[in-house]
């Protein structure tokens, strides 16, 4: 099993940044991909970013690709997300996972079996 705590949210204007942090507990942290996914009020959960085991691959939903970086410190037990550029749309929930089922896409939420308590992000414009 593996515990996640997100950090780093906060209130930022458009076009300013900040970054996510995702601290885990447990032995095995190296061994899960991971992922950050996001909530709007009254919208669906939707995949932002995920990293592989090895942090050698990276994915990116559309909305964020070159704004976004995902990134990980398995020596530190976390994963980050860099967001810059921030804009009014980004504002959401976001929280981070670690995937336990391998299918052929990494956006489906049900394939992440473990979750943290998620961090506030509001965009201001």
């Known amino acids: 099993q593996v515990q996640l705590v997100e950090s780093g949210g906060g209130l930022v204007q458009a076009g300013g940044s900040l970054r996510l942090s995702c601290a885990a507990s447990g032995r095995t942290f190296s061994s899960y991909a991971m992922g950050w996914f996001r909530q709007a009020p009254g919208k669906e959960r939707e995949f932002v970013a995920a990293i592989s085991w090895s942090g050698g691959s990276t994915y990116y939903a559309d909305s964020v690709k070159g704004r976004f970086t995902i990134s990980r410190d398995n020596a530190k037990n976390t994963v980050y997300l860099q967001m810059n550029s921030l804009k009014p749309e980004d504002t959401a929930i976001y929280y981070c996972?670690?995937?336990?089922?391998?299918?052929?896409?990494?956006?489906?939420?049900?394939?992440?079996?473990?979750w943290g308590q998620g961090t506030q992000v509001t965009v201001s414009s």
């Open positions: 996972a670690a995937r336990i089922i391998y299918g052929v896409t990494w956006r489906r939420s049900e394939d992440y079996g473990y």
